[in-house]
């Protein structure tokens, strides 16, 4: 089953822990060794491997491949580009940005329900925003 994305079609990734190289393969329309092709250029992708040595894709390794395809297929991407946008990309994180737009929008509903805060509580609140950083 195809989910739409954007103007594309993805496939759907099935529910499971973990994937074989051919499920991998299947889904992402790519060959066997293309996909360890990347695991050496992409050190984000790193499957385990089974005790007989079989890698073992999980979805985030699969969700993964399908982004890199589609940096390098799609968007026509370098290895070394599409490896770079990844990378910045895990620094920034695109949810983290989303997540602190919703936390300003958050505090500047909470300050009109609440008044203005006094300074013990906007010290308690720069601690625990500290707090929450470090364990990120």
Do not use: C
């Not at 050496?40 to 390794?61: N, Q, V």
């Not at 580009?81 to 989303?98: H, I």
């Amino acid at each position: 089953m195809l989910e739409p994305v954007v103007g594309e079609l993805r496939p759907e990734i099935p529910d499971k822990l973990y994937f074989r190289i051919g499920e991998v393969s299947r889904l992402a329309g790519i060959k066997p060794y293309v996909l360890r092709f990347w695991e050496t250029e992409f050190p984000a992708l790193g499957p385990k491997k089974s005790g007989k040595g079989h890698r073992l894709y999980r979805r985030k390794d699969v969700e993964l491949v399908l982004e890199i395809k589609r940096l390098l297929y799609e968007k026509r991407y370098t290895i070394e580009g599409a490896r770079k946008f990844l990378e910045s990309r895990g620094r920034e994180g695109p949810a983290k940005s989303s997540s602190q737009a919703a936390a300003k929008a958050s505090a500047r509903t909470q300050a009109g329900l609440f008044g203005n805060p006094t300074p013990l509580l906007e010290e308690i609140r720069k601690e625990l925003s500290d707090i929450l950083q470090l364990l990120r």
